[in-house]
């Protein structure tokens, strides 16, 4: 199985920071990863498809880079509808497999 | 507009057998993989497997002894069986639809199953 190490776990930050979640593959996947928000009570919400392609109707404050085994989802200037939990999601090979999450916290 | 409805039993005594269904609803249910995932409760989440309309099923190795996904093009649902449970299995499990070469992209609304006895 591919492993996606997530980090932070979790993070604080204020309205307005920029913030920076970490992916790392255990071996490369190429372009092959998602990135999700997801708040309390609901499924997870896509925001970026092939590592760095920003969803339809997702604010452009997102973003994604990365290739191969490091990928990062950056939010430019926090909002509040910002906090909730972040996954990555890599399907280059199967078990597709997700990162830990990231808790972003005021 | 893509829609995933699911349904099925919550609560479950150990070595029974967990069943859920998911509809599709607004989209064809060719060309697409059909997903379950689950999410132990406070935990992150954890890819099942997939079916797609021709019936071809991958499945993640640590359930795979245990775990049957079916679609019927027809009705245009797909089913998730897991058998034996146990209190490990007590999750929010969710459907979701993943084209070719992109990750998940639409999910359903989640359903808490709960093992106990």
């Known amino acids: 199985d591919i492993q996606m190490t997530q980090s932070p776990s979790s993070l604080s930050a204020s309205v307005g920071d920029r913030v920076t979640i970490t992916c790392r593959a255990s071996?490369?996947?190429?372009?092959?990863l998602g990135w999700y928000q997801q708040k309390p009570g609901e499924a997870p919400r896509r925001l970026i498809y092939?590592?760095?392609t920003l969803q339809s109707g997702v604010p452009s404050r997102f973003s994604g880079s990365g290739y191969g085994t490091e990928f990062s989802l950056t939010i430019s200037s926090l909002q509040p509808e910002d906090f909730a939990t972040y996954y990555c999601?890599?399907?280059?090979?199967?078990?597709?497999?997700f990162g830990q999450g990231t808790k972003v916290e005021i | 507009q893509v829609r995933l409805q699911q349904w099925g039993a919550g609560l479950l005594k150990p070595s029974e057998t967990l069943s859920l269904t998911c509809a599709v609803y607004?989209?064809?249910?060719?060309?697409?993989?059909w997903t379950w995932v689950r999410q132990i409760p406070g935990k992150g989440l954890e890819w099942i497997g997939e079916?797609?309309?021709?019936?071809?099923?991958n499945y993640n190795p640590s359930l795979k002894s245990r775990v049957s996904i079916l679609g019927d093009t027809l009705k245009k649902q797909f089913s998730l069986k897991l058998r034996s449970v146990t209190a490990a299995d007590t999750a929010v499990y969710f459907c979701?639809?993943?084209?070719?070469?992109?990750?998940?992209?639409?999910w359903g609304q989640g359903s808490l199953v709960a093992v106990s006895s």
């Open positions: 071996q490369g996947i190429t372009n092959d």
């Open positions: 092939a590592a760095s």
């Open positions: 607004g989209e064809s249910f060719n060309d697409y993989f």
């Open positions: 999601l890599q399907h280059n090979s199967y078990p597709r497999t």
């Open positions: 079916v797609n309309h021709a019936g071809r099923a």
């Open positions: 979701a639809r993943a084209a070719l070469n992109r990750p998940l992209d639409y």
